[in-house]
């Protein structure tokens, strides 16, 4: 067996050296801390619009990162870059040639990727609350002091850094950056969305890993009058670990049986 | 050592390498030979263990590619030049594969220097001309200093001074002991450098041979002697007993390149005027393309002159018996005519 840490310190090597490590995870970043700063500025100034419904279930927590749903595809992109370039760029070939063991080479370049995710959603996560609770003002806020908010805002992280994962899982089994993101890219941004607004679409919709996953973030259960979920907050991220799972064993196999 | 046994590799109905059986030993420079698609490049693709065999395996020191837990020092490969990330550094392209395999940093900085990219190696590779991109190919294959090597058509898209380069490299490979595998489609290239050859042809062996011994059987040396008094030196032949076959253009061919002095001497003792005197060598590339003329996969048809492998190439200037044929002014391929076809450009074709 090749050496694991020697393997994870390649791994990290790979990924400094490139670009679109930077511009993903900073775009993931800045795009969700600036949009939910601005949806809970904008919150802020039409409260007194909402209906009595949205009202008492106000979650000042979720409305904070709400800009995560499009912070997202850069993560997206950055999980898919992470394995997809091994491919387009004919590096997959030397990569095997370094380390022919398929399990050591995937999972240590999923484990560098995850951390280095998972340390960038939690910054977002952490920024987007501070940020989005000073805009909302003292009368709508929240703390991390709150029951259930420092979960929630821990979550925003761990939901981002498991995006990024799947779709490394998703970008194993196609073997293609483009594929990859002609089919996640669509499909958390339009087909999720409108699926879970589509009233028979939604009891499917809510066990899409994004739908499910993002559960996570809210305090107030079902918030904003939203419909009520068959699983809680560690039920529904149970479920988008499922989705992770299955991406990565998908990913695996085809690696493990396809020629490079 | 290498050992390729039985394999086989099969896409649907297509049979890419078919039973192939071979080894592949130290101190030699061993040439993997074969025309366009005849299956090299999947043969060395199964021997890194990146495609999997329909059946049969190989054998890197008597262990699977697989088995090998820093493989870059047993074996180093250049696959393509086109195997590294373009938005990375060729030095850092090296650094993640040598740390992989604990191999120390300093050693990239020596096999950038060794294949001539110093001056290049903070640049990013997606800027890299095609020879640039084979010799951190071959930097990639030294990065382990292991004790075999394999190259796919090294000396795609180098320069002559490369190709020069490249020659002597796997040359002084072979000298310190390692195992050197090289395959290529050209067969000059390969009397340039191999001691050894494997010709393969749709993926089935067809040769496994010293190159000493397929020079011997296959390029028959011999001097063509022209003169207008072709009945005087027939007599004068017969007279001396020298055996010359008389060809069709009223010329006479005598085995071996040596009886040129001979025959001149005789000549000037009988008065003989000759208006030729020359030592031939028939081609190496020759020979090889009638090996290999029933596998060959892609076939270019040429309008104007009648098809046929072996159809007169350019006679050689003159060598010794055992030497290397010139460079690869006449390559192979070119029986099929003389315009330029997909397989007489050197820089191209891949097996």
């Known amino acids: 067996m090749a050496s694991i840490p020697a393997v994870l310190k390649s791994e990290w090597t790979k990924i400094r050296t490139v670009s679109s490590t930077t511009w993903t995870l900073a775009t993931a970043l800045l795009v969700t801390v600036a949009l939910s700063a601005a949806l809970s500025a904008l919150m802020k100034s039409t409260f007194d619009d909402l209906s009595n419904v949205e009202k008492a279930t106000f ?78 003002g003292s009368e709508l806020r929240t703390t991390l002091g709150e029951d259930n908010v420092l979960r929630a805002v821990v979550g ?46 939604k009891k499917v919709a809510r066990y899409f890993p994004d739908q499910a996953g993002s559960k996570i973030m809210q305090v107030v259960p079902d918030a904003m009058g939203g419909e009520k979920a068959p699983y809680g907050p560690w039920g529904g991220l149970g479920i988008m670990l499922l989705w992770v799972a299955a991406a990565l064993v998908g990913g695996f196999l085809v690696l493990k049986n396809r020629d490079a | 050592m290498i050992e390729v046994e039985q394999l086989t590799k099969r896409y ?25 698609g005849a299956g090299k490049s999947t043969t060395m693709r199964m021997m890194l263990d990146l495609d999997n065999p329909t059946a049969g395996r190989v054998r890197i020191d008597g262990q699977r590619y697989r088995e090998l837990a820093e493989p870059l020092k047993y074996m180093g490969a250049l696959l393509d030049a086109k195997a590294f990330h373009g938005g990375r550094s060729a030095y850092n392209n090296l650094l993640c594969y040598a740390q992989a395999n604990r191999i120390p940093e300093r050693r990239v900085g020596e096999v950038l220097d060794i294949v001539g990219l ?14 640039m991109g084979q010799r951190l190919g071959i930097a990639f294959a030294l990065l382990g200093d292991p004790r075999i090597l394999m190259f796919d058509e090294p000396v795609n898209g180098l320069d002559p001074e490369g190709i020069h380069w490249i020659r002597n490299l796997m040359k002084n490979l072979a000298a310190q002991g390692r195992t050197v595998f090289v395959s290529s489609h050209l067969m000059s290239e390969m009397a340039l450098t191999a001691d050894h050859l494997i010709v393969i042809g749709q993926g089935k062996l067809l040769a496994d041979t010293s190159m000493a011994d397929f020079i011997a059987a296959n390029s028959r040396s011999y001097v063509r002697v022209r003169s207008p008094q072709q009945e005087r030196l027939r007599d004068v032949f017969h007279r001396a007993g020298v055996t010359a076959i008389e060809v069709g253009d009223g010329s006479f061919e005598i ?18 005027t000759l208006h030729e005197l020359s030592p031939q060598q028939a081609s190496l590339e020759e020979a090889f393309m009638q090996m290999t003329a029933g596998s060959v996969e892609y076939h270019a048809h040429n309008l104007d002159t009648p098809s ?23 390559q192979w391929g070119g029986g099929w005519g003389q315009g330029p076809g997909p397989d007489q450009d050197q820089g191209q074709g891949k097996g």
């Open chain 1, 156 to 201: 925003g992280g761990l939901y981002m850094a498991l995006i990024a994962l799947f779709s490394m899982g998703v970008a194993t089994m196609l073997r293609s950056s483009m594929l990859s993101l002609g089919i996640l890219m669509p499909f958390f941004f339009l087909i999720s969305q409108i699926l879970s607004a589509v009233p028979g679409a």
């Open chain 2, 255 to 272: 085995d071996g390149v040596g009886a040129a002095k001979g025959i001149g001497e005789l000549a000037a003792q009988n008065q003989i």
């Open chain 1, 59 to 136: 979650d000042p927590t979720f409305i904070s990162f709400s800009g995560m749903m499009l912070g997202q595809l850069a993560m997206i992109v950055f999980g898919v870059l992470v394995v997809g370039t091994e491919y387009s760029s004919g590096s997959i070939r030397s990569s095997l040639s370094s380390v022919p063991q398929r399990g050591t080479f995937l999972f240590s370049k999923i484990a560098v990727a995850t951390v280095l995710a998972l340390v960038v959603g939690l910054a977002t996560s952490f920024l987007s609350f501070f940020l989005g609770q000073a805009l909302l």
């Open chain 2, 118 to 131: 110093t001056a290049v190696a903070k640049k990013k590779s997606k800027g890299f001309s095609l020879g």
């Open chain 2, 12 to 36: 649907g109905q297509k049979t890419a390498v078919d039973n192939l059986s071979f080894q592949v030993h130290p101190g030699h420079v061993t040439g993997f030979l074969g025309p366009n």
């Open chain 2, 308 to 330: 046929g492998v072996g159809g007169a190439p350019m006679p050689p200037p003159q060598m010794p018996p055992g030497a290397a044929p010139p460079p690869p002014q006449q």
